[in-house]
Every structure is written in C-alpha cells, then in structure tokens.
C-alpha cells in the first residue's frame, strides 16, 4: 500500500511538471524547444513590422493606409460628413516618398502616411482606426 502511494505520488508530480513545461515551451527538435506564447504582433497588430512598396496604382493617402490595414483585420474608419477633417487627409495624394516604407511597425507606417498634425485613434472593439487633428500642432505650422 505503501509501495502504490509512493507510486502515485510519482506520477501526479511527474504529470504535473510535464503539464507546467508543456505550457510554456514545446519540444520541437532533439535539442531544441519553442515558447508556446504568442509573439508582440500577434498580441499587438500594431507592432507588426512591415515592409511595403505601393505600386502607382496607389495614388491617395488613404488608399495607402487601407492598402496596409487589408491584411490586418483592421479598417480605416471615415465619417459619414464631409464636414470631417479625416476627407481632407485620405484624399490627399500620396508622396513619392511615402511609396516605399519599411521595415517598419504599422503605427509608424500610418502616423508618417498621416503625418505629424494628426493623432492616430484606434477602435479596439470594432478593430478600427481613423484620426484626429491635433489643433495645437496645427495652429503652430499656420504661424510661420
């Protein structure tokens, strides 16, 4: 009785560090093991990092943008108004500049398509994003 309860208490402390290892780390060589966590894109789609060269048949800032968030699972929200600063921004023409990016994170990638007067907004809920005018910066570039 003894001998089964030594016996038992072997395989639940043996079972229960496989079970602990198997979480974190899963073989997948003779030598080598893999964390089973996922990585900082995967949990943050804006840290991806990205590498892209827009052909000519890209030729607005927001074309740009929507071109980078397709593959993301994530839109480029535009308000219904016109009234809405956002038209000015996606309809402007995309710079020479602009048509090759990379490697670069996607928040970088939309805040230089967007440039330094507008404030990246993200939507986490409905996996979206648009931007704001920073009225402080932009009545400091009308000063000058």
């Not at 780390?25 to 990585?39: A, D, F, H, I, N």
């Not at 000519?56 to 308000?79: F, K």
């Not at 108004?81 to 309809?91: G, K, P």
């Amino acid at each position: 009785m003894k001998f089964i309860k030594y016996l038992l208490a072997v395989v639940l402390v043996a079972t229960g560090i496989l079970a602990v290892s198997a979480v974190d780390e899963v073989q997948v060589g003779r030598y080598s093991t893999m964390k089973t966590l996922p990585t900082e894109a995967q949990q943050n789609i804006f840290a991806t990092v990205t590498n892209v060269n827009f052909d000519s048949s890209i030729t607005t800032v927001g074309q740009a943008m929507r071109y980078l968030l397709e593959d993301q699972g994530i839109r480029l929200a535009v308000p219904r108004s016109r009234e809405n600063q956002v038209h000015i921004l996606i309809a402007l023409p995309l710079p020479q500049i602009h048509r090759q990016l990379g490697p670069i994170s996607l928040r970088h990638a939309l805040e230089t398509l967007a440039g330094p007067v507008w404030l990246l907004v993200q939507d986490p809920i409905h996996r979206m994003v648009s931007f704001e005018l920073c009225i402080e910066e932009a009545e400091e570039g009308t000063d000058e």
